[in-house]
């Protein structure tokens, strides 16, 4: 009880000094060398976004250098299950992740689909899980009116004929190899808290993805390896490829809470040997939608995860406390060079975003080997364009709940994406109204016009190159669809 007093205030104290320190940064503004009109300089809080990327890349580099070596053969005798969440699916998504997951090289694999909504319509998954995993014969399946905490006709699931219909899910569950539920809407967490509940302790491990990943044959054992090496780790996450879901496995306990792992003192580890791939919406707003809806997840495990910092590393705290306070940061820093009336800081802005892009993306292509990860200095402009305006809405609205993204069965935009990224862009669009009116009052100094050509014309050259890029590496893939996956995932 003492040494975990002390951890927890070293932790604190610890994320307290990093949150001080980062603040002290940037609010002094101190400058170690500058322009002598402060056109260019470089300060504290740019020394420290510096350490901080170069930290970020010594343990990525070490860490890719660690899943390069041969990874040590176990015997594995353990149990596993795999539950699906499934939200109006894509029956060909939907199609593609049932075949992967057939050809999942671990034995006695138990699957469990788990799909929210009850109506009519959505049926179709509990047709296509048969199709797929071997008939009605192979495979268990319930249709439940309510789900763990509803009954179905508004009531909280505490009445008999309620429990009755929960001990039939558990007992299908248990007793199929492959199973599907169909139960009432309640959400991602009340799909995910069915398969936990009804599986309970019959099994050593959990993993879950949802109904839009196709998973690589070798992500369980990969994920395993892990968990098995080290008693202490509890979880393990996968490397995500071509669009951006994750795949996890879950240490079970005879009690399975939204608290997970960390509520048991269990630590956590990522493994690039686990891969999948998933889909990301294809339409802007949905996308924006999306990130949205994982800002708010985000947002959400990050109040309650600070409960559990003093369990993990140190460096997670670091990383937390930043990844934390950035976007405030970023806001803050593009609302004072878009407003002082100098053209000149706009532009420094969007070559500072593409800069910063540039360098992560030609360090992708180091680690990787492949010069399509130049693509990645998008992601800079991306996210300060829609990103940020979309985690600072989701922040705001934390307690609205719900997928955030329509079913991909038919697809139905929602509009409410746009309203962080419109508000977003008028901010900047006064700004740089604000700058011209400026500007035109006073005609710009030489060293001025040098700057902003040069500036100008370098700007031009990045988009020059990332368009002569495109057309030589991506285009001439785009009639070649099957070439973007590796070949276990394009026979799924």
């Known amino acids: 009880l003492h040494c975990g007093g002390l951890r927890i205030f070293i932790t604190t104290l610890f994320a307290a000094v990093v949150l001080f320190a980062i603040l002290l940064a940037y609010v ?23 350490l901080h990327l170069l930290l970020q890349s010594l343990f990525a580099f070490l860490e890719h250098r660690q899943m390069r070596g041969p ?11 795999l539950c699906i969440a499934a939200y109006q699916e894509d029956p060909d998504y939907l199609r593609k992740c049932l075949r992967s997951i057939r050809r999942i090289s671990f034995p006695g694999l138990k699957v469990v689909l788990v799909v929210d909504g009850n109506r009519q319509e959505d049926a179709y998954m509990m047709d296509i899980f048969q199709e797929v995993m071997g008939g009605v014969e192979q495979t268990g399946c319930v249709v439940w009116k309510g789900n763990y905490h509803s009954d179905g006709d508004g009531g909280g699931g505490k009445g008999s004929l309620h429990a009755e219909e929960a001990a039939r899910v558990a007992r299908v569950v248990r007793s199929s190899r492959y199973s599907c539920i169909i139960q009432e809407w309640g959400g991602k967490r009340e799909v995910m808290y069915t398969a936990f509940k009804a599986l309970g302790d019959t ?18 054992i990969e994920m395993l390896k892990v968990l098995e090496e080290d008693p202490e780790v509890g979880g393990v996450g996968g490397d995500v490829q071509v669009r951006i879901l994750p795949i996890l496995v879950i240490f079970m306990s005879p009690s399975t809470t939204e608290k997970f792992s960390s509520n048991f003192g269990y630590k956590t580890k990522f ?71 100098r053209l000149w800081n706009i532009l420094l802005f969007l070559l500072t975003v ?10 992708a292509c180091f680690l990787r080997g ?10 800079s402009l991306l996210y300060m364009s829609s990103l940020l305006p979309a985690k600072i809405f989701a922040l705001f609205t934390i307690n609205k709940a719900g997928w955030g993204t329509s079913g991909r069965k038919k697809i139905v935009v929602n509009l409410i994406g746009a309203v962080p990224v419109t508000m977003w862009a008028a901010i900047l669009l006064g700004g740089v109204v604000y700058t011209i009116y400026c500007e035109v009052q006073e005609p ?44 276990s995932y394009a026979e799924a």
Not at 28 to 50: D, N, P, V
Request: with cysteine.
């Open 71 to 81: 990874s040590r053969p176990q015997h594995l005798r353990r149990t596993v299950a």
């Open 271 to 341: 493994t690039a040997r686990s891969q999948c791939q998933t889909e990301t919406p294809t339409q802007y707003l949905r996308w924006l939608n999306q990130q949205t809806r994982w800002s708010k997840s985000y947002f959400r495990e990050w109040l309650y995860n600070a409960l559990w910092f003093h369990k993990h590393s140190l460096w997670m705290t670091y990383e937390s406390v930043v990844t934390g306070i950035f976007p405030f940061f970023l806001v803050a820093t593009v609302i004072h060079l878009f407003y002082p009336g």
């Open 354 to 363: 593409q800069l910063v892009g540039m360098v992560k993306a030609t360090y």
């Open 203 to 220: 099994v050593d491990y959990i993993q879950v993805c949802d109904s839009d990943t196709v998973l690589d044959p070798a992500c369980t």
């Open 370 to 379: 492949r010069l399509v990860m130049i693509f990645m200095s998008l992601y």
């Open 444 to 487: 710009f100094s030489e060293t001025e016009k040098a700057l902003l050509i040069a500036g100008t014309i370098l700007y031009a050259c990045y988009w020059l190159i990332l368009l002569v890029l495109y057309l030589a590496i991506v285009a001439k893939r785009c009639n070649k669809r099957e070439e973007q996956y590796h070949l």
């Open 28 to 50: 002094t503004g101190y400058q170690f060398i500058h322009t002598e009109q402060h056109h260019l300089s470089f300060g504290l809080y740019g020394a420290f976004l510096s």
